[in-house]
């Protein structure tokens, strides 16, 4: 899985041609990343909670902890859920549709739901974007409702030559058409903050730049996705970071820096002090681990282990 990338996984999900399956499900009463309500209902018909879920892992359980999908492709989607859930995991984070409802019969949460027109070069920052994207949350927002999802992503789209506040004010104008949607339905669509390095003229690089989009949508179904690798190589100074905008950050990413590897002690990044921050921020959605492992599940185990805080 090291030769495979971000862009590579999603472009190849969005290849696949296995229809959705969709049935009754809870309506979710949760927003702004919140798991409390989430945690409670069945919607897998089966009664663990994500409590229960770590504490027959043997966590503290105060860290929701989840997982990228695309980080572990080589391992069979059923497989990889069980896997995840005996070791703690709540969540699976960026799944497509056609994935939703195997990964809540598996008992686990859709943590951050992908979705079809979403990608991270064509985004909302150009208005000739906007139709086709919102017309995509429009249709996909009450199936993930349906289903008890209430997380579900967005990506602003390169520059292009594109200046700040035009971005700004094309991301704001296509997020106050879904907002009415979202707020309805309950799901909280969180727009992703990643590094211009390793997305060459991503124009949500830092998180100064979301927050005023978060501002300007003025809804609090509209937050920031906070990758905590990104932003360290984009801006530093996270867990200040943290503090001073933790009313617009509604979901985190863990990664390793340098190489975006294991959260380990072979890294700059000191994820117990880091999760020790979120947690104090009075932060209770999820925390997804999206590295790239360099031992596998093995790796990921030791993550789970590093952010029990």
């Known amino acids: 899985m090291d030769t495979i990338n971000r862009r590579q996984w999603i472009a190849a999900a969005l290849t696949a041609s296995v229809p959705l399956v969709c049935t009754q499900g809870l309506l979710a009463e949760n927003g702004g990343g919140n798991t409390e309500n989430l945690a409670n209902k069945n919607i897998s018909g089966k009664a663990e909670t994500m409590s229960d879920i770590s504490k027959a892992a043997n966590l503290k359980g105060n860290i929701h902890q989840a997982v990228s999908r695309w980080c572990y492709g080589n391992i069979p989607f059923p497989e990889f859920c069980d896997t995840c859930r005996q070791m703690g995991i709540v969540g699976i984070d960026l799944v497509m549709p056609d994935d939703w409802k195997m990964v809540i019969?598996?008992?686990?949460?859709?943590?951050?739901?992908?979705?079809?027109?979403?990608?991270?070069t064509e985004g909302i920052n150009r208005e000739e974007n906007h139709d086709r994207i919102v017309a995509c949350y429009e249709k996909y927002i009450p199936i993930a409702a349906e289903l008890g999802i209430t997380n579900v992503i967005s990506l602003s789209g390169n520059r292009g030559g594109l200046d700040d506040e035009s971005g700004i004010a094309a991301c704001a104008k296509a997020m106050k058409r879904v907002m009415p949607t979202a707020e309805k339905y309950g799901v909280t669509v969180h727009m992703e903050l990643l590094n211009e390095y390793d997305h060459t003229d991503y124009q949500c690089s830092h998180t100064s730049w979301g927050a005023e989009v978060c501002r300007r949508v003025g809804s609090p179904r509209?937050?920031?996705?906070?990758?905590?690798?990104?932003?360290q190589r984009s801006e530093g100074e996270i867990i200040g970071t943290i503090r001073k905008y933790a009313d617009y950050i509604g979901h985190y990413h863990t990664g390793g820096n340098p190489g975006r590897n294991d959260i380990d002690e072979t890294?700059?990044?000191?994820?117990?002090?880091?999760?020790?921050?979120?947690?104090?921020?009075g932060y209770t959605g999820f925390v997804a681990?999206?590295?790239?492992?360099?031992?596998?599940?093995?790796?990921?185990?030791?993550?789970?282990?590093?952010?029990?805080?």
């Open 289 to 309: 681990h999206e590295f790239m492992p360099r031992d596998g599940i093995n790796s990921l185990r030791r993550a789970i282990e590093i952010c029990d805080v």
């Open 105 to 120: 019969d598996h008992g686990l949460a859709v943590s951050m739901g992908s979705l079809p027109e979403v990608n991270i």
């Open 267 to 281: 890294q700059e990044l000191y994820y117990p002090a880091i999760m020790r921050a979120i947690l104090e921020t």
């Open 222 to 231: 509209f937050k920031l996705l906070y990758d905590i690798y990104h932003m």
